[in-house]
């Protein structure tokens, strides 16, 4: 497959080798007494373990295939041919740079070429690529070639608008601002009418 592999490794497959959740609420324990803590007050006792159960979640992604969600896909649609725009998919990611939040919502759009697939489909692909440690422009750009490397649509659009916790809370403490970025491919690259059907459907959302 053509997808990017690069962030594409399991929970325990940093390096090639398995750590523990012990091994992981060691670490916590440590970066914990690093801040000045004390680990063992009651409040923090329990604190490594649901930081483990917290970080499960959060990088879920690296447990699942993208390809394979979308790759039950329909195919009698009576010749529909035109955009399938699903709006304004909210998730919550972490930027690989301080795993700190990163906000936002994505817009997916394609021009099917004879193979659709159920809109839930592609809110999942949002979220296993949302959870994994991120840059908002690999995660736009995975979300399109997964959908284009499937089902060879037409064309396929992806833009996402996003909050990043890292320049909100750190660095130069910027509230308010956001991130936009797009990643078009096929029709959607080639065709400035079709782009900008789309990204009137984007910037028409109210749901922002
Ligand atoms: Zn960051």
Known sequence: ?????????????????????????????????????????????????????????????????????????????????????????????????????????????????????????LARVVEIFSKRLQIQERLTAQVANAVDEVLKPRGVAVVVKAAHHCMIDRGVRKRGADLVTSRMLGVFRDQPATRSEFLTLVNADKTE
């Not at 529909?80 to 919502?105: K, N, Q």
């Open 1 to 121: 497959m053509a997808l990017r592999q690069d962030n594409h490794v399991g929970l325990a497959g940093g390096g090639g080798k398995a750590v523990s959740d012990a091994q992981a609420e060691d670490a916590f324990r440590t970066i914990l007494k690093w801040i000045g803590e004390d680990t063992n007050r009651d409040g923090l006792k329990e604190t490594p373990d649901r930081l483990v159960r917290a970080y499960r979640e959060y990088f879920c992604g690296y447990e699942e295939d993208a390809e394979q969600v979308l790759r039950k896909t329909f195919t009698e649609v009576d010749g529909y041919d035109e955009m399938i725009v699903l709006r304004g998919v909210t998730f919550e990611s972490h930027c690989e740079h301080h795993i700190a939040p990163i906000i936002g919502r994505a817009w997916v759009g394609y021009i099917p070429d004879r193979r659709v697939v159920g809109i839930s489909k």
